[in-house]
């Protein structure tokens, strides 16, 4: 139902990467201690990698903005950034599980 999903198939034909973003609802804080404590995702703003990577951009790439300049560029003091790479994805869904704990912790 995404307006740009046609575009996404003539310009992808083999499928869409797995570069995503979700927010955590919470502070830069619990943010920062979802990313630090994954064990399996490495800690990069880089894309495209075999490895599974994450970001916190409010914590990290835009750390020096206020909630309202966060807000103008569509990131949340809980925005994560994943690149999924070719780790096997039930050791990462355990991370991610593990991590969400975590951050849920540190409120």
């Known amino acids: ?49 075999c490895r599974s990577l994450v970001i916190h951009p409010a914590s990290t790439t835009h750390f020096r903005m206020d909630d309202a300049a966060l807000a103008a560029a569509g990131i949340t003091q809980g925005t994560i950034r994943l690149s999924i790479g070719l780790e096997d994805p ?8 593990r991590a969400l704990k975590t951050a849920e912790k540190a409120a």
């Open 90 to 97: 039930d050791d990462l869904l355990d991370d991610l599980k």
């Open 1 to 49: 139902e995404h307006p740009s999903h046609t575009l996404a198939q003539k310009l992808l034909p083999r499928g869409a990467g797995s570069v995503f973003s979700f927010d955590l609802k919470g502070s830069r804080a619990q943010g920062k201690a979802f990313v630090e404590s994954l064990k399996l995702f490495s800690h990069l703003a880089n894309v495209g990698d």
